[in-house]
Every structure is written in structure tokens, then in C-alpha cells.
């Protein structure tokens, strides 16, 4: 796919990686993009002024809105499955309502955003980025309720690979360590700059691939998945 002229839907679109990708795309030339936003209201001067952008007051785990913006953005060709949240918290002591709140958002939110959009995405033979992370592959101390959620999303994302490949949708998986962002604002260790995570999967759209491992930790989870679950940390420890 070129992504000059195409139109984009962004989740997540006001800050971090997700205005990353607003920018990225805007620069390759689309034709439209739709920044899905919970406030419109708190999105910068530069978004709401851009002639080629237009917000939607969008939360991917409330259906109702889901529906309006899918009803609203019938022409969307490249769905961008931005939108998380990060709650630091282990399974076994967290509140059951915090673990499900990570559930809901990057399980179900992501499943209600392809269900609703994927009609547009077939008649466009458009392209689907879920934004995932290395800990779908493994999990460290006070992440469990984030690593279960992006595990799920991650095989949520074949699957829909796979029910969208006959309409000739591509459905990209991006896997990266931590970015830059207020997401990862209290880890104390490497991060990306969060326009590679947008460049990256857009390059990846671009060419054709199912799957983009941002950084260095993205490759070496994946690489360590043949060895004994949590292997990387074992190898980070020595």
C-alpha cells in the first residue's frame, strides 16, 4: 500500500505515540486523518487547525462511540490501533475492576475498533496497525495485568490477520520496548523516540509486512521465545 491518499483513522491521537503517528501521516501525504481523541477539546492548536485532519471524540471500550466513528469515517482505508493504558499492576494483588480495565481497553477495545471498522477496511482493501509491546512475550514484576493484555491483543491480531487476509487487508503487529512517552513516564530505562515507533510501522504498512519489532528489546523477547518462559530476564539478571 502508498499511503498518499489514503484516509487514516488514529486511536489514541492526542499525545504520545499515537500524535506521532497524526504527524507521520501527514507527512507521507494522506488525504485525511481522523485523530480519535476521549477530549477533543485537549488536542493541541496544531491538530485542531490542520485542514486535513479532522477529531472524533472517541474511548475504543465504549461501543456506542465506536459505532458513531465508525458510521462517521465510512472511508477510513488505514485503521492505526493506538489507544492503552498502563496500570503497573500485579495480578494477584491489584484490584480484579484495574486487571479487567486493561482487558477491556487493549482486548476488547481493540476487537469493538476492527468489528466496527473492518467494512471500510474491506471494500478499501486498507491496512489494520494494533500497537503491541514486547511484554506480550514475556512479563516482569508489576507488569501481569499489561503483559495479559498485550499476550491477548497479540493473538487477537493473528486471528484477525487471518479473517481479514481473504478481502486483502493487511493487519500489521508492532512490538516494541518502552517509547518516550507518559505512558512509560515512571520506567527508569531505555526508550525509543516514539516518531520511530510511528515510521516504523507506517514503513511497514508500506512494505507489505505482518509484523514490525521497533528496537532492540522488541528483537531480543522475540528471539529468547524459544527458551524457558521469562528467559530474558534470567539473561538481564546474569
Do not use: C
Request: aromatic share 6%; proline share 4%; glycine share 8%.
Amino acid at each position: 500500500m502508498e499511503l498518499a491518499g489514503q484516509t487514516a483513522l488514529v486511536t489514541g491521537a492526542n499525545r504520545g505515540i499515537g500524535r506521532r503517528f497524526v504527524a507521520e501521516l501527514l507527512a507521507r501525504d494522506v488525504r485525511k486523518v481522523y485523530a480519535g481523541i476521549r477530549n477533543p477539546d485537549a488536542a493541541d492548536q496544531e491538530m485542531r487547525e490542520h485542514p486535513r485532519v479532522e477529531l472524533v471524540r472517541l474511548d475504543i471500550t465504549d461501543t456506542d462511540a465506536v459505532e458513531a466513528a465508525a458510521h462517521r469515517a465510512e472511508d477510513v482505508s488505514v485503521l492505526i490501533n493506538n489507544a492503552g493504558i498502563s496500570t503497573s499492576q500485579p495480578l494477584l494483588e491489584a484490584d480484579v475492576d484495574t486487571v479487567r480495565r486493561e482487558i477491556e481497553t487493549h482486548v476488547f477495545g481493540t476487537l469493538s475498533m476492527a468489528r466496527a471498522f473492518a467494512p471500510a477496511l474491506r471494500a478499501h482493501q486498507g491496512a489494520m496497525a494494533n500497537i503491541l509491546s514486547a511484554l506480550s512475550w514475556f512479563s516482569y514484576p508489576g507488569s501481569g495485568a499489561y503483559s495479559a493484555a498485550k499476550a491477548a491483543e497479540w493473538s487477537l491480531t493473528n486471528s484477525l490477520r487471518l479473517e481479514l487476509a481473504p478481502a486483502g487487508v493487511l493487519v500489521l503487529g508492532v512490538h516494541l520496548g518502552a517509547a518516550d512517552t507518559d505512558i512509560s513516564a515512571g520506567y527508569e530505562g531505555p526508550k525509543i523516540d516514539p516518531t520511530d515507533v510511528a515510521r516504523f510501522s507506517l514503513d511497514g504498512i508500506e512494505n507489505n509486512q505482518t509484523e514490525v519489532l521497533v528496537d532492540d528489546w522488541s528483537r531480543t523477547v522475540k528471539a529468547a521465545l524459544s527458551s524457558e518462559p521469562n528467559a530474558v530476564l534470567t539473561a538481564l539478571a546474569g
